[in-house]
């Protein structure tokens, strides 16, 4: 496991329901996973999120 199967995790739970999930429920997900795979997921998804919300902004002008 790595900051990528973080990345994919956060991207399959917010789609399925919603809710980004917390980095306490990262933690116990991905118990004895480095943290700082932890943190390159959740910072990949935080870029990802940040272009897509860009983009969907630009649609809806």
Known sequence: ??????????????????????????????RGLDPEEIDGGIQEFGQRLGNWMKEESLHAQ
Do not use: C, D
């Open 1 to 30: 496991m790595n900051r990528w199967t973080v990345f994919e995790y956060l991207k399959s739970r917010t789609l399925a329901t919603g809710h980004i999930p917390t980095r306490q429920e990262l933690e116990s997900e991905f």
